[in-house]
């Protein structure tokens, strides 16, 4: 079965500072992961995915993940963080099926 | 704008009651899937219809129930209401259905149980 552990529920940042959601996933089978953010009052928008090929996924709005099996990591990062990042930003994992599992959640802060 | 739309966007009942909400998919898009996000489960996947098939289910408890039309808009019933069921449902589509497949959500329909 697979799941998805997010470490850390509230993450603040200055802005201009390095942004980074950790995201560690468990999986019977080569994983298909994704990177979703929610902002207040909206509904999910995807920022990246990795299905195969490359392990160091772009994303819109500067962000990008790596994929790492050995790791089993699928971190989120930005290099300087900006006001309007702030939102709960979520990693998931698809299924056989294709539903998603996602983990519980990282509210991003981001101070000036 | 995912393309996916949901209606109504808020509702307010009571206890016991029944409501459907109401999901139509971007175009194109043959799969819908619902999930409820709540302050104590988060995102839980609820059901899965492709092409007017059921798919796959979740965690959706047996007052749920959901159906997907011949035009591929979908319904998720809600019946017994109870105050535990006041969450955020979310409707998302996508291509095929496949693990590979990004889905895009709407707005969400927020359910308040009183």
């Known amino acids: ?112 | 704008d995912s393309g996916v739309t949901q209606t109504p966007k808020h509702l307010i009942t009571a206890t016991g009651q029944r409501v459907t909400l109401r999901c139509s998919p971007r175009s194109g898009d043959l799969s819908v899937y619902w999930y409820q996000q709540s302050l104590d489960q988060g995102l839980q996947f609820l059901i899965q219809y492709y092409n007017g098939e059921e798919r796959a289910k979740g965690n959706i408890l047996e007052r749920f129930s959901a159906q997907q039309f011949p035009d591929l808009h979908s319904e998720l019933n809600l019946s017994s209401l109870e105050l535990g069921d006041s969450a955020l449902y979310f409707c998302a589509s996508s291509v095929e259905g496949a693990r590979y497949n990004e889905q895009f959500f709407g707005p969400g329909t927020r359910l308040t149980v009183l």
């Open chain 1, 1 to 112: 079965a697979q799941s998805v552990t997010q470490l850390g529920s509230h993450v603040s940042v200055s802005e201009g500072a390095l942004v980074l959601l950790r995201c560690n996933y468990s999986s019977s089978v080569p994983p298909y992961l994704f990177w979703y953010v929610q902002y207040p009052n909206q509904g999910l928008q995807l920022l990246l995915k990795y299905t195969t090929g490359a392990t160091l996924v772009k994303g819109i709005n500067g962000f990008e993940a790596e994929f790492k099996k050995s790791e089993t990591s699928f971190h989120l990062t930005k290099p300087s963080a900006h006001m309007s990042d702030a939102a709960e930003y979520f990693c998931a994992v698809s299924d056989r099926g294709g539903k998603l599992i996602f983990g519980q959640g990282t509210e991003l802060s981001v101070k000036p």
